[in-house]
C-alpha cells in the first residue's frame, strides 16, 4: 500500500521546502531579505562568475522564466551586474556586484550554520552517500 510518508518524491519536496524556509529565516534574523533561490545564484556565481542564464538554468534545474525574474530582482537589488557577452551579443552573462560579493561574504557562514544544523547526526559519509543517490535519481529523470 502507498504511503506518503515513505515516498521519495513527497520526503525530498518537504526536505528541500524545509531547508528553504530555514535558509530563508537564519538570512531574515540577521537582516537579510535574501531568498533561497538569490542565495543559490549567489553561491553559482561565487565559484564561477560570469554565467549565462541557460547556464543558472541548467545548474539550478529552474526553469528559464524563474531564473530571469531571479535575475532581474538581484540585478534591481545590485546584488549582480548583467553584461552582454564578448563572444556573443545575444548572450548577457550575470557577474557578482561588489555589494554582491560583499553579501555572500556575509551570508556565507550563516548558510553553513543552517546547513550544519539540518545535517546533525549524519556522518560525512552519510551526507555524501545521500547526495550520490539523489545525483542518480535526477539524472535518471533527464
Known amino acids: 500500500m502507498f504511503s506518503l510518508d515513505k515516498s521519495l518524491g513527497f520526503a525530498t519536496n518537504r526536505t528541500a521546502n524545509r531547508l528553504k524556509s530555514a535558509l530563508e529565516h537564519d538570512f531574515a534574523e540577521q537582516g537579510f531579505n535574501i531568498t533561497a533561490d538569490q542565495w ?61 560579493k560583499s553579501t555572500y561574504s556575509d551570508l556565507f557562514p550563516i548558510g553553513a550554520k543552517t546547513v550544519k544544523r539540518a545535517l546533525a547526526g549524519l556522518s560525512e559519509d552519510d551526507v555524501h552517500q545521500v547526495i550520490r543517490l539523489l545525483n542518480i535519481v535526477f539524472d535518471n529523470l533527464a
Request: net charge positive; proline share 2%; aromatic share 2%.
Open 40 to 100: 543559490s545564484v549567489l553561491s553559482q556565481l561565487s565559484v564561477e562568475d560570469g554565467l549565462s542564464q541557460q547556464e543558472l538554468v541548467k545548474r539550478m534545474a529552474k526553469d528559464k522564466t524563474n531564473i530571469a525574474r531571479i535575475l532581474a530582482l538581484m540585478e534591481r537589488n545590485q546584488l549582480i551586474e548583467r553584461r552582454v557577452d564578448r563572444d556573443d551579443n545575444r548572450v548577457r552573462k550575470a557577474y557578482l556586484s561588489p555589494h554582491g
